[in-house]
């Protein structure tokens, strides 16, 4: 089974940007669908972007829109999440997965495995 590993979190100012990665295991990451999900502190994870295996159709969730990109590289079995313009209400855990089943992207988590272990971000004031 695929592995994922995200990097590139830390902590940054309002206003600042980050580039997050997830760095698949092996090459069939290119065949799945990935999508990024988040954590805030004492909440429950929600979706944030998703893009398909073909890397031609993406979706954000409303709060991601203009802000947020996903994108991959598939020779390079990685995939990225950049974040502009950070507010204190993105601090969380961000994690990667993939839908290993299926290069069509999709919003809802119960559709995703593997799942990487996840990297903090936090924004501070």
């Known amino acids: 089974q695929v592995q994922l590993v995200e990097s590139g979190g830390g902590v940054v100012q309002t206003g600042g940007s980050l580039r997050l990665s997830c760095t698949a295991s092996?090459?069939?990451?290119?065949?799945?669908?990935m999508g990024w999900f988040r954590q805030a502190p004492g909440k429950g994870r929600e979706f944030v972007a998703t893009?398909?295996?073909?890397?031609?159709?993406?979706s954000y969730a409303s709060f991601a829109k203009g802000r947020f990109t996903i994108s991959r590289d598939n020779a390079k079995a990685t995939g990225y999440l950049q974040i502009n313009y950070l507010t204190p209400e993105d601090t969380g855990v961000y994690f990667c997965?993939?839908?290993?089943?299926?290069?069509?992207?999709?919003?809802?988590?119960?559709?995703?495995?593997?799942w990487g272990q996840g990297t903090q971000v936090t924004v501070s004031t």
């Open positions: 997965a993939a839908r290993s089943r299926t290069g069509r992207a999709g919003s809802s988590e119960d559709d995703y495995d593997p």
């Open positions: 092996r090459r069939a990451f290119g065949n799945y669908a």
């Open positions: 893009l398909g295996g073909a890397n031609v159709f993406s």
